[in-house]
């Protein structure tokens, strides 16, 4: 088995019984993308006779890195890319406005498109974003190569084409119901065409303001011809959700507005459900429909603070978004301690409210991720079977924000790099056992 790779040292995952599983001294076996064994590494000689290990394909891992599953992006506009960290002075509505379907609408042009969303997968890969679920603009061809970008860098994303008709303006929104449902299903197959498992299309109506009765139903039939996943945007602010109820005055809440046309399902990501009623938690329970949780972009738009422990008692999937650039990081790791904040802001506020834990935001960060974009059984964690989609980080690399001492404890390194480390402590991004990123001159330690 030449292709095999081992990687001994230590590893930390989260699994359905642990938010964060720390295993020090173990071996990891890579065949082509898939992991074929977590044991002990005192059981590599064994090991190495099963599966005829080759010297040369063991990566050994120092006292200052280990190894953990990449993180999922479970929410991210990627044409708003070039916004990230300006132009967050106004509420979400006028936001839009006056910012966001300005910057967008460059999009219709082929090489404006490629230059960014280039620059945008490698920002995110270099951050170690395995998975995406992304957002690209309403242009088909705009749209198109934001799909051939993620296939050529190597990344695991899902890819959709926004769909919005009404409440835009002229010049930026589609032409008809007709044309909308033709490009959408246009690009599905194009997607599909692609033959990757690493790409897959998603049906991303923007959010129900802009969308009317008629062409949610259509994308959801299309979602369900095509066995797709579909992204949206639910009570992320007060006002959204005021302008919901005049333009559906039929509807009982956000949540049946998307019920109703037959957008909730088990493969849908609804973006940050900062105020879910009870009745429509319940809802989305009902249908296994999972919250990207986006607390920077919740923070920076003064839409509200989300109460995540709220949603995950109530038995929902959660996972992180960045939401480029209505959050400024596109980093998963700046979600992650957001969403800590935010958690004990609300400690603050009420009696008895148990924050949510570092360890729980690791999970929302990997395993919880993969299960809100319905790949849990592919990626999220070092099982046996699933697909090494993985970060190698070094605490101690070269010009990185941590400080690490002789003291420090495995645990410790772990706590200080998701706290203060920066894409400059991930040394290298595997995704399907493919090494798509590769940093190693910054680590002191040679890695082969």
Known sequence: MADLQVFTGTIVHSTDLEPMQILENMAVGVLDNKIVFVEPA????????????????????????????????THIHAPQFPNNGIHLDLPLLDWLENY?????????????????????????????????????????????ILGDTVLARGQRALVGKVNMLMNCPSYYQEASVEDSLRETEELIVYIKNLKSDLVLPIVTPRFA??????????????????????????????????????????????????????????????????????EEVALLKEHGTGVAHC??????????????????????????????????????LNSLRQALLVSKTLSTMTEGYESITLKEAFRFATLGGAKVVRMEDRIGNFEVGKEFDALLVDTEATGTPLDIFLEDKTEEKIEKFLYNGDDRNILRVYVAGKKVVDQTRRSSSVIP
Request: net charge neutral; charged share 20%; hydrophobic share 35%.
């Open 42 to 73: 005192s059981e590599l000689p064994n090991l190495k006779t099963k599966f005829k290990i080759q010297d040369t394909k063991n990566i050994t891992l120092t006292q200052s890195q280990f190894l953990m599953p990449g993180f999922v992006d």
């Open 100 to 144: 966001t379907f300005p910057t967008e609408a460059k999009f219709a042009d082929g090489d404006f498109a490629r230059y960014v969303y280039g620059a945008a997968v490698d920002r995110l890969l270099r951050c170690g974003t395995t998975t995406a679920s992304y957002f690209g603009s309403l242009h088909l061809e705009g749209t198109k």
């Open 209 to 278: 303001p802009t969308c009317p009765k008629e062409q949610m139903k259509g994308l959801a039939q299309l979602a369900a011809k095509h066995d797709c996943h579909i992204q949206s945007h639910i009570c992320e602010s007060r006002s959204e959700i005021d302008w919901v109820q005049e333009l559906f005055p039929w509807s009982t809440s956000y949540a049946d507005v998307y019920d109703t046309v037959g957008l909730l399902t088990d493969k849908t990501v609804m973006a940050h459900g900062v105020w879910l009623k009870d």
């Open 295 to 332: 607390p920077n972009s919740n923070i920076s738009l003064r839409s509200g603070l989300c109460d995540v422990q709220r949603l995950l008692r109530a038995g929902l999937r959660i996972g992180l978004g960045t939401d480029c650039s209505g959050g400024y990081s596109p980093s998963i």
